[in-house]
């Protein structure tokens, strides 16, 4: 929380408004000629924490606009502690965002070479549990093996019956799979600065499986952690509980 010791309600609350407000026009940009509701509006559409609780934000603007003296700007009525809690929390979420990579439980990652065979990839999967392996050639991420999207190309073949699924396995390389399914489309790359709720946004995009995350944000940086679908929950949890 926002707090400053031996604060009332009503100025925690008007810092916490003060705060939030300044954060957003920072981060994104904004005028002081609009206002904290067309603010608010405004942000939605480009911050997750904001959408969720956009509503709430435009009534604690009308709150704001109710506790404080137009002229001589005191406060004139103290808010209940709900709501300055609730406007503490957004703004700390906002003005300190916390990092998508500091919440990961584990930061080492299971990886494959791209020359490897789709029996190694599946021998590994089993062995690891995990439904998502980055891929690398020569240091640079190329893909990522994903359970489900393997077991559909996997079934299609053999569905054709033109080759057997031990020779397939067996001599087919992970790259070579990539080549006859593009290895973009379920994940994306973030730099290690990015935050859990830019995270949150990117897997917006439902065909996504993976972020991963890189010291720099690219396929040659170093590798930091990965975050799959099976982390939204938490991730949305430590936002709740921030």
Same mark, same amino acid.
């Given at each position: 929380?926002?707090?400053?010791?031996?604060?009332?309600?009503?100025?925690?609350?008007?810092?916490?408004?003060?705060?939030?407000?300044?954060?957003?026009?920072?981060?994104?940009?904004?005028?002081?000629?609009?206002?904290?509701?067309?603010?608010?509006?405004?942000?939605?559409?480009?911050? &997750? #924490? $904001?959408?969720?609780?956009?509503? %709430?934000?435009?009534? /604690?603007?009308?709150?704001?606009?109710? *506790? =404080?003296?137009?002229?001589?700007? &005191? #406060? $004139?009525?103290?808010?209940?502690? %709900?709501?300055?809690? /609730?406007?503490?929390?957004?703004?700390? *979420? =906002?003005?300190?965002?916390?990092?998508?990579?500091?919440?990961?439980?584990?930061?080492?990652?299971?990886?494959?070479?791209?020359?490897?065979?789709?029996?190694?990839?599946?021998?590994?999967?089993?062995?690891?549990?995990?439904?998502?392996?980055?891929?690398?050639k020569r240091n640079?991420?190329?893909?990522?093996?994903?359970?489900?999207?393997?077991?559909?190309?996997?079934?299609?073949?053999?569905?054709?019956?033109?080759?057997?699924?031990?020779?397939?396995?067996?001599?087919?390389?992970?790259?070579?799979?990539?080549?006859?399914?593009?290895?973009?489309?379920?994940?994306?790359?973030?730099?290690?600065?990015?935050?859990?709720?830019?995270?949150?946004?990117?897997?917006?995009?439902?065909?996504?499986?993976?972020?991963?995350?890189?010291?720099?944000?690219?396929?040659?940086?170093?590798?930091?952690?990965?975050?799959?679908?099976?982390d939204i929950i938490?991730?949305?949890?430590?936002?709740?509980?921030?």
């Amino acid at each position: 929380m926002v707090k400053t010791l031996n604060c009332t309600n009503g100025t925690r609350f008007v810092n916490a408004y003060n705060l939030l407000d300044h954060s957003l026009r920072t981060q994104y940009n904004f005028k002081n000629n609009i206002s904290f509701s067309d603010l608010i509006r405004r942000c939605a559409s480009l911050n &997750q #924490v $904001i959408r969720l609780y956009e509503d %709430d934000l435009i009534d /604690l603007a009308r709150l704001r606009n109710a *506790i =404080i003296h137009s002229k001589s700007e &005191q #406060v $004139i009525a103290e808010p209940h502690n %709900d709501v300055v809690e /609730l406007m503490e929390k957004v703004a700390k *979420i =906002i003005s300190t965002p916390p990092a998508a990579l500091q919440a990961l439980k584990h930061t080492t990652v299971d990886v494959i070479a791209a020359e490897s065979s789709l029996k190694d990839y599946i021998i590994m999967s089993a062995k690891v549990g995990h439904s998502n392996i980055p891929v690398y050639k020569r240091n640079m991420l190329i893909g990522v093996m994903q359970r489900h999207s393997f077991l559909e190309q996997l079934g299609l073949v053999i569905g054709t019956g033109n080759v057997s699924i031990d020779q397939y396995l067996g001599t087919t390389t992970i790259e070579q799979f990539f080549h006859e399914r593009p290895a973009h489309e379920h994940f994306r790359i973030v730099s290690a600065r990015a935050t859990i709720e830019e995270v949150l946004a990117i897997f917006g995009d439902r065909k996504l499986t993976a972020v991963i995350i890189t010291d720099n944000g690219t396929s040659g940086g170093n590798l930091k952690g990965i975050v799959t679908n099976a982390d939204i929950i938490g991730l949305m949890q430590i936002l709740d509980d921030y």
